[in-house]
């Protein structure tokens, strides 16, 4: 038995389907509404009585060496950082969210007034791969207050970044400092 192939009909065909998959991935109509802090994180401090709360330190590596002798020796990665409310019952304030270099110098403030994140809501703060700014020891602060009997948020980075045809991904969690200085206060290296 011997195949019969209509080629021009089947390149056409190949064409129609490639062309079909970039647009459909390529074309979006809205951003995504995940990314947008501003539709989860609700202004101003909720009617609770808060304690202390905390400032947590979250590693963010905007860019890093391969080490090897490779014509790309450095890969741009993009970062996102989430902070996720895992109580049930309690909202939690984001007092201010800021990011430094690798130097420690203040880049930007990300969040600046208390906003309210609510029980399990999470939000995200995204550094694109092309926002080279912090360097490979780039950094969060991020201060948060909630109830006595709260739960500690989870506060964790991703990366993701590709080199050739290898997808690099990983994470890097937050941990809690002693202290760190209130918005308006100086900083180290830069200005607020």
């Not at 809205?30 to 979250?58: C, F, H, I, K």
């Not at 002798?69 to 019952?89: C, F, H, K, M, P």
Request: without cysteine; proline residues 7%; glycine residues 10%.
């Amino acid at each position: 038995m011997r195949w019969h192939t209509n080629w021009p009909a089947f390149a056409v065909a190949v064409i129609v389907f490639i062309g079909g998959l970039f647009l459909g991935s390529h074309l979006q109509t809205t951003e995504p509404s995940q990314w947008n802090a501003a539709e989860r994180l609700r202004p101003g401090a909720a009617s609770m009585a808060l304690g202390d709360g905390a400032t947590v330190y979250v590693p963010v590596y905007s860019n890093l060496n391969l080490g090897v002798d490779i014509r790309q020796r450095i890969v741009e990665l993009a970062a996102t950082v989430s902070v996720r409310n895992v109580s049930v019952s309690h909202p939690i304030v984001l007092e201010w969210v800021r990011y430094h270099d690798s130097a420690g110098r203040h880049i930007r403030t990300v969040v600046d007034t208390p906003s309210t994140l609510p029980p399990l809501g999470s939000v995200e703060f995204v550094v694109e791969r092309s926002d080279t700014a912090g360097g490979p020891g780039a950094s969060f602060l991020v201060h948060w207050k909630g109830p006595p009997d709260v739960d500690e948020p989870v506060i964790e980075a991703v990366m993701v970044g590709q080199s050739g045809n290898a997808g690099i991904s990983f994470t890097s969690r937050g941990r809690s400092v002693a202290s760190a200085s209130p918005p308006g206060a100086a900083i180290h290296g830069g200005v607020e």
